[in-house]
């Protein structure tokens, strides 16, 4: 199991967001957890990552714990995010950004053939890779924010929200290009746009008010009476 | 890269102090500015921080020079090399301190937790009544008595000059350095946003301290070379003068933020203003530095470097 993630627990200050959140990556797929504004997506992604302090729980990389470590160790072992609101570094071009990525030494030692591999999945980073990130369109910059987590040659690749603020036809080609990435690692996704992320997940988990409340097969939740009612519309 | 202006500025200074002594002294009231500036830079401009008590760090420089001047005039000149080691010591020393605790916060509430160093150290010195207490170390006999007469009038005058364009010096070439490494890398990323720069793989923490702490070692030296050397003397009034950071934010943000011939040109600049400001206008010195720091951050917020280097692209590698 690439990701195995338990009983995680975490917030912030006094305020408890995740109460026991339990789900696993496995490679070769992506892996979706849906859920409504404020249910503990972002939180859920942040705390696998280090960024917010776990309060309880275990993070397993490849069933090694890396629960407690920083961030910054996490990306070296192999778990990259790509934050929500892409994050770029905006007065940086392109292929700065790109180069930013690739920082961890493990990352560093394949950095051209890296940059080869992203350049492939989005053709459009190369042509602009002269220009400064802060100047390129809102679907532009989410490749280049999904390129740049690539970079650090990730085990575990986590998105977060990718197709927030973008165009249907934008998401549409974003996703595709998402669901080829499973091949080499293992991805785990966090969105809004449900309809969308089910089409490409293999197995989804809708998280509520902190807590897994559903979890299948996404051909199967697509047909949840649940997940229908609150979240496709249908 | 051409490094010709802010390596021609410094040792064509360093010649004139040495060619007309006579001179030196108005060399070092500009040379202090243009060092100061340099040094905030290492830590203001590379990281995006703002620390306000970064005199802190000038004071122990001063303290550490002053003090082995004072009770070791023994060592005879020994007592110059050492004091500077002790001086940049206890400047890095104070840094990795208040680093390693205040670095972990984010940009105003570091700046906030970092007010009252400066304060709390000058008041721990008076209060204790160590080092001399409020009534400060008068060094020119210990001088006189370590060093000689001559050389510790030479060494006040002309050698306190180098030594302050020297730390200008060593700053413009640790400021290469670190640009031209990984660590300039990692810099810039935190500055432009530090949260993305953690799951790049970065350890914010690290590299802020790294920055924080040469920028304390060359204010430490700087510190040493302007009091105690310079001025023969260290009063707590003098060397924990909280104006001074304002000085360097002023110089560097005049220049331009985390370039490297930024605080040179704003030092020359900042000087001049202030001296014909002290002429014509005197006693508006302090109004002055307010005014211009307020203005160039509201109409060129990349200082003259920086907005010359974006109108005219071909300065670029003239203006590092």
Known sequence: MALRVSNLASGYGRLQVLFGVSFEAPSGSVVSILGPNGAGKTTTLLTVMGVVKPWDGVVELEGVDVTWLPPHRKVELGISLVPEGRRLFPEMTVEENLLMGAYTKRARDKIHDSLELVYTLFPRLKERRKQKAGTMSGGEQQMLAVARALMARPKVLLIDEPSAGLAPKVVADLFQTISQLKKEMSVLLVEQNVAAALEISDYSYVLENGRIILKGPASELVENEHVKKAYLGV | ?320
């Open chain 2, 1 to 320: 890269m051409r490094p010709y202006i802010p390596l021609g500025t410094y040792l064509l200074l360093m010649a004139l102090a040495f060619v007309f002594p006579q001179y030196s002294k108005l060399i070092a009231s500009i040379a202090f500015f243009m060092a100061l500036g340099q040094a905030v830079n290492i830590f203001v401009g590379l990281t995006g921080y703002v620390d306000f008590g970064y005199v802190a760090f000038l004071a122990m420089g001063a303290y550490g020079l002053g003090v082995t001047v004072y009770y070791m005039t023994w060592l005879g000149i020994l007592a110059l090399p050492l004091g500077l080691l002790l001086g940049v010591s206890l400047a890095a020393s104070l840094a990795s301190l208040v680093g390693a605790i205040a670095l972990r916060l984010r940009g105003a509430y570091f700046a906030i937790a970092t007010i009252g160093v400066n304060e709390g150290v000058k008041h721990l010195i008076v209060g204790a009544n160590i080092w001399g207490g409020g009534a400060g170390l008068i060094l020119s006999s210990s001088m006189f008595q370590a060093f000689g007469r001559d050389t510790a009038l030479f060494l006040a005058n002309v050698g306190s000059t180098v030594l302050i364009l020297a730390t200008g010096l060593i700053a413009v070439v640790a400021m290469y350095l670190i640009q031209a490494s990984k660590a300039g890398f990692a810099l810039a990323a935190i500055r432009q946003d530090e949260d993305a720069a953690k799951v790049m793989g970065i350890n914010p923490t690290k590299y802020k301290l790294m920055a924080f702490m040469t920028s304390a070692s060359l204010s430490g030296l700087l510190g040493a070379a302007y009091f105690s050397l310079g001025n023969m003397q260290v009063f707590p009034e003098n060397v924990f003068f909280v104006e001074y950071i304002l000085d360097g934010l002023a110089v560097m943000f005049l220049g331009g933020a985390g370039t490297v011939t930024g605080p040179i040109i704003g030092g020359l600049i900042y000087f001049g203003v202030r001296y014909l400001v002290g002429i014509y206008l005197p006693g508006l010195q302090a109004l002055v530095t307010a005014l211009i720091v307020f203005l160039v951050v509201v109409f060129m917020p990349k200082g003259v470097v920086g907005t010359l280097r974006e109108l005219i692209p071909s300065l670029r590698s003239w203006l590092p």
